[in-house]
């Protein structure tokens, strides 16, 4: 099994910045994709972002600019530095990492949730 485990959400005026980290621990599963997830009050949740194990990128629009993702492979760790923040990036943040012990048998494993608040 793979846990993440997720730090770095808290409470930030407009305009500043958050660093989310989130570390896979306890299991020697080779991770593929990792993501950020977010799911404000009221709404869907939505990809915010997501890094292949070969580091290729993608953001959602409304990140696109702002926010950064970044692992480290021998950490087994994923970051999302968080710039520019707008009170609409409000939400609860999940780190996601698909793993498994070949390609045919992956898992979606999923942090338990850290709580990022933009003030205006």
Do not use: H
Request: with cysteine.
């Amino acid at each position: 099994q793979v846990q993440p485990v997720e730090s770095g959400g808290g409470l930030v005026q407009a305009g500043g910045s958050l660093r989310l980290s989130c570390a896979a621990s306890g299991s020697s599963f080779s991770i593929n994709a990792m993501g950020w997830y977010r799911q404000a009050p009221g709404k869907q949740r939505e990809l915010v972002a997501v890094i292949t194990r070969g580091g290729t990128t993608n953001y959602a629009d409304s990140v696109k600019g702002r926010f950064t993702i970044s692992r480290d492979n021998a950490k087994n760790t994923v970051y999302l530095q968080m710039n520019s923040l707008k009170p609409e990036d409000t939400a609860v943040y999940y780190c996601n990492m698909r793993a498994g012990p070949f390609p045919g048998s992956m898992f979606d494993y999923w942090g338990q949730g850290t709580q990022v608040t933009v003030s205006s």
